[in-house]
């Protein structure tokens, strides 16, 4: 097996806790991966990284192709290999789905490694959000996005899913379990996913090795209690919990 590494920016215990400023760049994160997550400077949109291009989805779950100069406060992409490939049937919700991968996963022994898995499907119904920019300082994340988030359905659409896991002994450095961001073939709507039904897919799915980890430059950075991130914020933000 060919070693993949997870390149990630920040953490997302430094996002809970209102670090959004930006680490990096757009051009520079798509040096290190061509599929991922994340979000953007001040959390202006969910990012959803695929192919190489980095999309933004916008609060009203409009996509656009990212600015490759705007500010990424945390993200997690690699470049796929494509290792395994497996064809999905139904599933009738996020927890059906999360529990299929699980297993797919554990046929490989790999619960306590990372993984990206990117879906090809359709999509009887997707629950997602998005957000719109706000400037602050040790702002929460939960605090912005009740001030900012919107939530928006699509229904029959085909798209693609990208999943990342994390294990549990890495919760706070991202969220541990499925995290799922969806775009549409079109690539004219997406958004961070909360809930879903699959039809059928085709998934691609590559177990994660090595890890990179790229934390701010900046000394504020170092004022923020990185521990004082709840995890039960933290599944409420991240995985609608």
């Not at 890495?170 to 879903?196: L, P, Q, T, Y």
């Not at 709840?230 to 919990?241: A, D, H, L, P």
């Given at each position: 097996?060919?070693?993949?590494?997870m390149?990630?920016?920040?953490?997302?215990?430094?996002?809970?806790?209102?670090?959004?400023?930006?680490?990096?760049?757009?051009?520079?994160l798509?040096?290190?991966?061509?599929?991922?997550?994340?979000?953007?400077?001040?959390?202006?949109?969910?990012?959803?990284?695929?192919?190489?291009?980095?999309?933004?989805?916008?609060?009203?779950?409009?996509?656009?192709?990212?600015?490759?100069?705007?500010?990424?406060?945390?993200?997690?992409?690699?470049?796929?290999?494509?290792?395994?490939?497996?064809?999905?049937?139904?599933?009738?919700?996020?927890?059906?789905?999360?529990?299929?991968?699980?297993?797919?996963?554990?046929?490989?022994?790999?619960?306590?490694?990372?993984?990206v898995?990117?879906?090809?499907?359709?999509?009887?119904?997707?629950?997602?959000?998005?957000?719109?920019?706000?400037?602050?300082?040790?702002v929460?994340?939960?605090?912005?996005?009740?001030?900012?988030?919107?939530?928006?359905?699509?229904?029959?659409?085909?798209?693609?899913?990208?999943?990342?896991y994390?294990?549990?002994y890495?919760?706070?450095?991202?969220?541990?379990?499925?995290?799922?961001?969806?775009?549409?073939?079109?690539?004219?709507?997406?958004?961070?996913?909360?809930?879903?039904?699959?039809?059928?897919?085709?998934?691609?799915?590559?177990k994660?090795?090595?890890?990179?980890?790229k934390?701010?430059?900046?000394?504020?950075?170092?004022?923020?209690?990185?521990?004082?991130a709840?995890?039960?914020?933290?599944?409420?933000?991240?995985?609608?919990?």
């Open positions: 097996m060919n070693a993949i590494k390149f990630q920016v920040s953490t997302l215990q430094a996002l809970m806790l209102g670090y959004s400023r930006p680490v990096i760049t757009v051009e520079e798509l040096k290190h991966g061509d599929t991922g997550l994340g979000t953007f400077e001040d959390v202006d949109g969910e990012m959803i990284v695929l192919d190489g291009v980095c999309y933004r989805a916008t609060e009203d779950g409009t996509v656009v192709v990212a600015d490759s100069a705007k500010g990424v406060p945390f993200s997690a992409v690699c470049h796929m290999n494509r290792s395994r490939t497996f064809e999905m049937g139904e599933a009738r919700c996020a927890a059906e789905l999360k529990s299929e991968l699980n297993n797919r996963i554990e046929e490989g022994f790999g619960l306590n490694s990372m993984h898995i990117r879906i090809d499907g359709e999509f009887p119904m997707i629950d997602a959000r998005s957000e719109s920019s706000y400037r602050s300082m040790h929460s994340l939960k605090t912005i996005l009740s001030k900012t988030q919107k939530s928006f359905c699509f229904e029959n659409v085909k798209g693609s899913l990208v999943c990342v994390y294990p549990d890495m919760d706070g450095i991202n969220a541990a379990g499925w995290h799922f961001h969806f775009v549409s073939d079109d690539r004219k709507c997406g958004g961070h996913v909360f809930e879903i039904a699959m039809k059928r897919g085709t998934a691609f799915l590559d994660i090795n090595s890890i990179e980890l934390l701010p430059d900046e000394p504020v950075f170092d004022t923020y209690s990185l521990k004082n709840s995890e039960s914020e933290i599944k409420q933000v991240e995985q609608g919990e």
